[in-house]
């Protein structure tokens, strides 16, 4: 990889040079109090930015959070963040209230060497996600215009071509962060030649989201153990009945050919957790997945599949997980997550997971995260670096 790295950055010597560092701070926020539910990002990008603290540098962090429209939005604002990363870093973090305004300008000039600012969230500014190259470039002119340098430590944006991952590198002198080189990294051993079996667990809602990194796996992978909602379309796609359950119906027929095309590769739920409405607190049973009452839906893998997949993963020497085997915030249907996640600490495997939303359900189970290879902070990300997608964040530092 032709990457030049924080550490090539760091022997030119960044004493009181400005560096702008893009960070993937997009961290889940309860959505009642609007407090930090997993600070996993924000301790992720530490290490980095702790050296180029240390270094002297004047460091300016620049991120997304949610999906703003383009104009600021308080309820996306990064201000709770920066308090959070201050804490963390163990050093005030002066907040600029725009992203490249007067009080982005005024806190940039004000920084003294060691010292750290966060920029409001750039999706407050249409040009950051703009498809019109001019426009996003002349958001990335203004960003630029706060580094000397720039490094990309934003490993869960990178598959994403806006302004502060794709435009602003061709801008200034640019590396990757720690954290983008360890995903790398790990994940590059996964599309190499991974130690067999390779077993990839899949979850999450929608298959539509999966369909191109099943495509991509199933010629490379031992086993694909599929829960979550999407197994239900799968599911349908054997010709059972599933009931009120996540459904996409035109997916029924892409489902039937994958598994037709599989080799018996692809691992399905035998039993499910059926409840009478999508709630914490709904009655619910366990039932055999030729059993699903028309009038129920399923929120969780039963036990039988949790015995079946871990039996699967017991044997396993390399695993990639990516999305929940069921609604695992509702401690009723949170079994099926739980039961495989403690699997894969237990097999003798290198073991990978993927994403942001199964690295909070790592942590939000209380899971010793040094019981996994690696978490990764990406859940887009790795799915399209495992399809063997470009990505734009990654080739904007190779050139
Ligand atoms: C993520 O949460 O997957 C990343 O932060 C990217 O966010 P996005 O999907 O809104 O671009
Ligand atoms: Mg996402």
Request: charged share 20%.
């Amino acid at each position: 990889m032709s990457i030049r790295t924080l550490d090539d950055l760091l022997a030119e010597g960044v004493s009181g040079r400005r560096v702008l560092v893009r960070a993937d701070l997009n961290v889940p926020l309860d959505k009642q109090t609007g407090a930090i539910t997993d600070d996993g990002r924000i301790r992720a990008v530490l290490p980095t930015l702790g050296a180029l603290v240390e270094a002297g540098a004047k460091v300016v962090v620049c991120s997304h959070l949610g999906r703003p429209k383009g104009a600021p939005d308080p309820q996306f604002s990064l201000g709770p963040v920066a308090g959070r990363l201050g804490e963390l870093l163990g050093a005030p973090v002066h907040f600029a209230t725009d992203t490249v305004g007067d009080s982005a300008r005024s806190t940039v000039a004000g920084l003294a060497d060691g010292q750290v600012a966060l920029l409001e969230n750039l999706r407050f500014n249409a040009g950051e996600t703009s498809k019109d190259a001019a426009e996003r470039g002349a958001f990335a002119d203004q960003l630029a215009a706060f580094g000397d340098a720039y490094v990309d430590d934003a490993f869960g944006a990178v598959h994403r071509k806006h302004a502060s991952v794709f435009d602003v590198p061709a801008r200034l002198p640019h590396v990757a962060g720690r954290l983008v080189l360890r995903e790398v990294e790990v994940l590059s051993k996964l599309t190499g030649d991974p130690e067999r079996p390779y077993v990839v667990v899949l979850g999450g809602s929608k298959v539509s989201d999966k369909l191109a990194v099943i495509e991509a796996l199933l010629p490379t992978v031992d086993r694909l153990l599929i829960g979550g909602g999407m197994c239900f379309t799968f599911l349908k796609a054997q010709g059972l009945e599933v009931g009120t359950s996540l459904l996409e119906k035109d997916m029924v027929d892409t489902c039937r050919n994958l598994l037709e095309r599989s080799g018996g590769k692809i691992m399905l739920p035998v039993d499910v957790v059926v409840a009478d409405a999508f709630a914490p607190d709904a009655a619910h049973d366990t039932v055999r997945v030729d059993g699903i009452p028309s009038h129920r839906l399923g929120l969780d893998v039963g036990p039988e599949t949790v015995a079946g997949f871990s039996a699967a993963l017991s044997q396993a020497k390399t695993i990639f997980w990516n999305g929940p085997m069921g609604v695992f915030e509702m401690p009723a249907f949170a079994a099926g997550t739980r039961g495989i996640a403690e699997a894969i600490t237990k097999a003798d495997a290198f073991s990978v997971v993927g994403g942001g939303d199964s690295a909070a359900a790592v942590r939000a189970l209380g899971l010793d995260e040094s019981s996994f290879g690696h978490i990764s902070t990406g859940g887009g990300a790795s799915l399209e670096y495992l399809e063997g997608k470009t990505l734009p964040g990654i080739a904007a530092l190779e050139n």
